[in-house]
């Protein structure tokens, strides 16, 4: 196994990999801007909802947050060339972790991979060959790297896979209402609409979804099926992005198919001029054994535990919402609901009237209320904001939630003061009501 992961191959699936890449970071920033999400997450908003812990990274005041993506947007083109590599990814990874980690309204699990990728990309020999800094430097220029680093990036696709696979065992999704709800919301010309919301499509779509996570790196990993998995994977992803608009994803997704076909197939298509490798070339080079030994396989390690971690948490992840995150739980269910906060003066007992829509956008607003988190987060900016007027506050809030459009239920125990109620990381905050408790609460 070690002579089969630390034996030198073709770099040319890297290469192109890191040429897809950079195009596609620099599309997602530029992107970002032209079709108004940088105005509609940080500058039409007073404050952001940052990941717990996090509350001081907020936006840039002003147009400044347009600056910044204008940045991460030439970084991206940068990397895309190969000049300066590691200081241009580097650069490019700190500021979106910012973007990341600062703002929980619109979240999506691929801008988390885009943040992984990132990270994995840093320590890969990815500008060695057709890049800038091979041309500069002809020192670093090569035409292999260790096989490990194509297997590395095959486990981190098929992690996301699997656990996506997981996730979508249960009813709503099983028994199609997910998936009818998103694809009746989603398609708005009316003939596909019409189709898309037949029972047997919706459930073929349920149930393709299922079986494409389940099995597409396995098809992709045996010669004789792999070209096919790569035509369900283009039909797949070119589906999404027509139908649900989810950005750079089904791209960024299909970019993965490189480090699966031989890395001749690859040069042969993408770099017709690149010297094939020989045996001695082979038994020569740099195969980055620390790197793989010390930071990626306890990053592994890290990318299995971080999944499985809501099923040590009481109660259900599709309720609570505990655990959700970091876990590729992807587009798998619906929340809808509402979210009031009772404001109370403890020295006088009197009510102090509160408008949350004062203070935060639709947006957020919806996104807000129905999740536990940013319910709680948005409690203790209440209380902080009436300590500065030197008023000590007690927050209650009378949450209401549904999954997938079944009926309301009681989400928040609404006689717990949030402002004195403690946010747990890693077991389940006991002021969220379990789905199984609802009916006793109720009564």
């Known amino acids: 196994m070690k002579n089969y992961l630390f034996r030198q191959i073709d770099n040319a699936p890297l290469i192109v990999f890191r040429i897809f890449f950079g195009f596609l970071l620099a599309c997602e920033t530029f992107g970002a801007i032209l079709t108004g999400w940088v105005k509609e997450n940080f500058i039409d908003v007073e404050f952001t909802f940052s990941h717990i812990g996090l509350n001081w990274l907020q936006p840039l005041p002003g147009n400044g947050m347009y600056f910044y993506f204008c940045i991460m947007g030439i ?64 020192s670093i220029r090569s035409l292999t790297m260790p096989a490990w680093c194509s297997w590395l990036m095959i486990t981190q696709v098929t992690i996301v896979y699997f656990f996506a696979t997981i996730a979508k065992f249960y009813p709503g999704w099983l028994d199609g209402t997910f998936t009818k709800n998103l694809l009746d919301r989603s398609v708005t010309i009316p003939v596909l609409h019409d189709i898309f919301t037949q029972k047997w499509f919706y459930l073929f779509i349920a149930y393709a979804g299922i079986a494409f996570d389940l099995l597409v790196v396995p098809l992709l990993l045996f010669k004789k099926t792999r070209t096919w998995a790569f035509i369900a994977s283009l039909i797949f992803h070119l589906f999404n992005s027509i139908t649900l608009q989810i950005g750079i994803f089904p791209f960024f997704a299909l970019s993965f198919v490189v480090f699966f076909y ?17 045996e001695e070339i082979t038994r020569k080079g740099n195969s ?27 109660g259900d992840v599709f309720w609570t919402e505990e655990g959700h995150r970091l876990s590729w739980r992807m587009m798998l269910r619906t929340r809808n609901g509402y979210t009031t906060y009772k404001v109370v003066d403890k020295k006088t007992g009197n009510p102090i009237p509160y408008n949350v829509h004062t203070k935060m956008t639709r947006k957020q607003y919806n996104s807000m209320c129905t999740k ?35 009926p309301l239920k009681k989400l928040i125990n609404s006689t717990v003061d949030l402002g004195e109620a403690k946010w747990h990381y890693f077991s389940h905050s006991p002021w969220i009501i379990l789905y199984e408790d609802i009916d006793t609460s109720q009564k």
């Not at 990270?119 to 041309?135: E, G, H, Q, R, V």
């Not at 988190?373 to 209380?383: L, P, S, Y």
Request: charged share 15%; with cysteine; hydrophobic share 45%.
């Open 75 to 138: 970084l991206g083109l940068l990397v895309m060339a190969g000049y300066k590599y590691r200081l241009t990814l580097g650069a490019y990874t700190l500021l979106w972790a910012g973007v990341y980690f600062m703002q929980k309204t619109s979240y999506n699990n691929h801008y988390y991979l885009l943040l992984l990728v990132c990270i994995i990309m840093w320590f890969l020999p990815a500008n060695t060959y057709a890049s800038l800094d091979a041309k500069q430097k002809p």
């Open 262 to 278: 031989p890395p001749e197939k690859i040069r042969s298509i993408f770099f017709k001029k690149k010297p094939a490798i020989n």
């Open 288 to 314: 980055y054994k620390t790197t793989l030994y010390y930071f990626f396989i306890p990053y592994l390690i890290l990318q299995l535990a971080l999944p499985l971690r809501h099923y040590l948490i009481k």
């Open 372 to 406: 536990p988190d940013m319910i709680w987060q948005f409690a203790q900016r209440i209380k902080k904001e009436q300590a500065q007027k030197g008023i000590d506050v007690a927050i209650y809030a009378q949450t209401e939630a549904a999954i997938n459009g079944a």
